[in-house]
Nanobody, 116 residues
Framework: QVQLVESGGGLVQAGGSLRLSCAASGSIFSINVMGWYRQVPGQQRELVAIITAGGIANYADSVKGRFTVSRDNAKNTVYLQMSSLKPEDAAVYYC??????????WGHGSQVTVSS
């Protein structure tokens, strides 16, 4: 059983910052990719940022220059530092991991609300 526990969501004013964390535990053989997606009601879940085991990161164009994804491999934890937040960044943020065997796991989701 694999568990992803997220923390750090909440309410922030436009222009502010938040940091999301996601710790993975359980029967994880080896984590390859870690990252974050987000979803707004009525819309599809979209990629925000992912990072490989080697530290290579990719971002959605909408967050480049404002968000930073990082990971601590020793702790099986991925982070998302969000700065210069905009109202359109408001969503439920989900962390995800993919093991080297291809298994994909999702967190429970963290609400991020940005007030204008």
């Amino acid at each position: 059983q694999v568990q992803l526990v997220e923390s750090g969501g909440g309410l922030v004013q436009a222009g502010g910052s938040l940091r999301l964390s996601c710790a993975a535990s359980g029967s994880i053989f080896s984590i390859n990719v870690m990252g974050w997606y987000r979803q707004v009601p009525g819309q599809q879940r979209e990629l925000v940022a992912i990072i490989t085991a080697g530290g290579i990161a990719n971002y959605a164009d909408s967050v480049k220059g404002r968000f930073t994804v990082s990971r601590d491999n020793a702790k099986n934890t991925v982070y998302l530092q969000m700065s210069s937040l905009k109202p359109e960044d408001a969503a439920v943020y989900y962390c995800t991991i993919r093991s080297v065997r291809g298994a994909v796991y999702w967190g429970h989701g963290s609400q991020v609300t940005v007030s204008s």
